[in-house]
């Protein structure tokens, strides 16, 4: 299973953007680059997903690099609802596998 | 969004008992479930994958045994620690998988178990 670096913490504040970068040099043709962030004591939630080309949903952008060796996730304006740990994973298409790494933790600051 | 729900949310055991987590895709059909296990301050840990009717595939160093998986219809997964001992104690976490062209998975809110 390809993996992934992420910062183990960063911290933004209220309002501004986010940033959230990560590295997959191992990256294969057919991995999905996939973000899920998770509150404490609840389950993770679906962020954002794509393949090769940037994505906008209404949570974030993903910027996916040229070479697909890495992404960055794009909060366009903290809340102090955004704290939360990002997990950015690589899925073999069509499989729904995910394995986890360690996330980064996001702090917002009022 | 699609809702995954879990019961019990949390559930205290002696050691030695079994103890059975159901997971359900409330609005969707999921041909594919996943079941995690998380420890405090770690990451979430695959164990299993879970697919309607077969046998769950069992990642390494995860004992089938212990952790029994039925997933006997399209809407509903359950895992059953058996004979649970501390070290079981943890979060568990089940995942309902879209399919093929939505690569999107669905989390339900976790059970939390606590052997004694």
């Known amino acids: 299973d390809a993996k992934t670096t992420q910062p183990n913490s960063m911290e933004s504040n209220e309002e501004e953007p986010v940033h959230l970068p990560c590295n997959h040099s191992t990256i294969s043709g057919t991995d999905y680059i996939h973000w899920y962030r998770q509150l404490p004591s609840q389950g993770p939630e679906y962020v954002i997903h794509?393949?090769?080309s940037n994505v906008n949903n209404r949570m974030a952008s993903l910027a996916i690099a040229e070479d697909r060796k890495s992404s960055t996730l794009i909060l366009h304006r903290a809340t102090l609802r955004d704290a939360a740990v990002y997990y950015c994973i690589l899925s073999p298409r069509y499989t729904g596998k995910l394995i986890f790494g360690q996330g980064t933790t996001l702090q917002v600051k009022p | 969004g699609a809702v995954v729900s879990q019961h019990p949310s949390w559930v205290i055991c002696k050691s030695g008992t079994s103890v059975k987590i159901e997971c359900r895709s409330l609005?969707?059909?999921?041909?594919?479930m996943f079941w995690y296990r998380q420890f405090p301050k770690q990451s979430l840990m695959l164990m299993a994958t879970?697919?309607?009717?077969?046998?769950?595939?069992?990642e390494q160093g995860v004992e089938k045994d212990k952790f029994l998986i039925n997933h006997a219809s399209l809407t509903l997964s359950t895992l059953t620690v058996t004979s649970a001992h501390p070290e079981d104690s943890s979060f568990y976490i089940c995942?309902?998988?879209?399919?093929?062209?939505?690569?999107?998975?669905?989390f339900g809110p976790g059970t939390r178990l606590l052997v004694l």
């Open positions: 995942s309902a998988y879209l399919g093929v062209g939505r690569e999107t998975q669905y």
């Open positions: 794509g393949l090769t």
């Open positions: 879970s697919n309607e009717g077969s046998k769950a595939t069992y």
């Open positions: 609005d969707f059909q999921a041909t594919t």
